[in-house]
């Protein structure tokens, strides 16, 4: 009998509070080049037609948010995150810009998970992938996104990779072909790598 794949544990529990919060204080430290990605993502969507609505998964403590909103004036925003200490702190970061977010609290790794969410102009996430555990649960997670991005939407998703000035956990993390394969094989009909730094590869999917 084969053995049975075991998900990777996370080293911290983000739904504790003071978890959150150290890692929402160590985040861009260790990784300021993550404000470039921000930035190519709010590059791809200020040409598009407003007002945008838009979907972030895996929200955390609002950086994105907090960049997006600001770049995007008209934009409204959806921001999923399983952690309610993680939304606590992103209404503190966002502050006024809270005004135009509504926050969910759902876990991506449940089954039914998009079951109270509405379609959105564009989807968006940041190191969240690798959240799911395993990588074997990427082409269920990018099936469910897919209904969630309206006809002629965007998907654009930043995680980390496995390989080549990448990461080593090779359960834990794909590789850039695999995390194509894995949003093309779910209905885009087009994606593009658009970044990859420092560990990080961001892609674009064209609904």
């Known amino acids: 009998m084969a053995a ?37 993502m709010a590059e791809e969507l200020s040409n598009r037609a407003t007002p945008l609505s838009i979907l972030e998964l895996g929200s955390g403590p609002g950086f994105l948010a907090q ?5 995007l004036p008209s934009a409204t925003y959806t921001a999923l995150d399983f952690s309610q200490a993680m939304h606590d702190i992103a209404k503190e970061r966002l502050g006024r810009l809270a005004d135009r977010v509504t926050f969910i609290e759902s876990d991506f790794c449940v089954a039914g998970w998009t079951k109270f969410l509405k379609s959105a102009d564009v989807v968006v996430t940041i ?56 949003i093309r094989d779910c209905g885009f009909l087009a994606v593009d790598l658009l970044m990859r730094k ?9 609904a």
């Open 4 to 40: 049975q794949i075991q998900d990777v544990p996370s080293p911290i529990d983000l739904r504790n509070a003071a978890d959150a919060r150290e890692w929402a204080s160590t985040a861009m430290v260790k990784r300021p080049w993550r404000t470039e990605f921000f930035t190519r």
């Open 67 to 71: 960049h997006l909103l600001s770049a």
């Open 127 to 182: 190191q969240a992938v690798h959240e799911l555990r395993h990588k074997r649960h990427a082409p269920t997670f990018y099936q469910a996104i897919r209904p969630l991005v309206r006809p002629s939407g965007l998907l654009l998703v930043c995680d980390h990779f496995v390989g080549e000035e990448g990461m080593s956990d090779s359960a834990l993390f794909m590789t850039p072909e695999e995390q194509e394969s894995a």
């Open 198 to 206: 420092s560990g990080l590869v961001l892609f674009r999917a064209r």
